[in-house]
C-alpha cells in the first residue's frame, strides 16, 4: 500500500530558528514528490520535485529529494510567526497525490 | 493569476439530502482533481478528470458521483448525505501532470 510519513507530527520554535521538516514514501509509479503550506484554508504549493540532489529554493525555504533513498526534506530558516501552518508532503501516483498526515509548525515571537 | 473557483463556500445539509459542490479550473488546466480533508486529516483523493474524461478514481463512495463538463468546470454529487461526509472538500487543477493548485474548498457540514 502506498504511503506517505512525515515527521515531525508537531514542532513549536522561536522566530529565528531554523527548521527541518521529513517526508518518506512508498510509492508505486512515483512521479515527483510535493509540499504544500495549509493555513487554514486550502494547501497552498510550494515546491514539486522531481530529480534526486537538486536543491529547490523559494526565499527562507528550500528542499532536496533524495529518490534513493526514499524521502525529502523541508527547510525553513530564520522561521517567522507567519510560517505557522500545517506542511504537507504528496507524492504523486499516476494521476493522484497521496498526501502525508503533515507536520505542525508553531513558531512563537 | 486566476485561481481555482469554488462553490458554495459553505454547505449545510440534513442527512440523507443531496448536495452538489462545483469546480472552476484555472484556465487551460487540463486536470480537476476532488480531494475530501476531514478534520485533522490529509487531504483523500476521491476523483479526477483529464479532457472531460475520469481518468483516476480513489476512495469515493458510490453515493458520490462526478463529472467534467465542456466549459472544463466539475461538479461532485452526493447523495443520502450521512453524519461523516462532513468536510472540507478541495477541488484541484494542474496542467499536463505538473503540481496541482487547489482550491478554496467547499465545508460541507451534515446535521
Known sequence: EDKVVQSPLSLVVHEGDTVTLNCSYEVTNFRSLLW?????KAPTFLFMLTSSGIEKKSGR??????????????????????????YLCATYNTDKLIFGTGTRLQVFP | ?????????????????????????????????????GPGQDPQF???????MQSDKGSIPDRF?????????????????ELGDSALYF??????GNEQYFGPGTR????
Request: proline share 3%; charged share 20%.
Open chain 1, 61 to 86: 525555504l528550500s528542499s532536496i529529494l533524495d529518490k534513493k533513498e526514499l524521502f525529502s526534506i523541508l527547510n525553513i530558516t530564520a522561521t517567522q510567526t507567519g510560517d505557522s501552518a500545517v
Open chain 2, 108 to 111: 460541507l457540514t451534515v446535521t
Open chain 2, 1 to 37: 493569476a486566476a485561481g481555482v473557483i469554488q462553490s458554495p463556500r459553505h454547505l449545510i445539509k440534513e442527512k440523507r439530502e443531496t448536495a452538489t459542490l462545483k469546480c472552476y479550473p484555472i484556465p487551460r488546466h487540463d486536470t480537476v482533481y476532488w480531494y475530501q480533508q
Open chain 2, 46 to 52: 476521491l476523483i479526477s478528470f483529464y479532457e472531460k
Open chain 1, 36 to 40: 504544500y503550506k495549509q493555513e487554514k
Open chain 2, 91 to 96: 477541488c484541484a487543477s494542474s496542467s499536463q
Open chain 2, 65 to 81: 458521483s462526478a463529472q467534467q463538463f465542456s466549459d472544463y468546470h466539475s461538479e461532485l454529487n452526493m447523495s443520502s448525505l
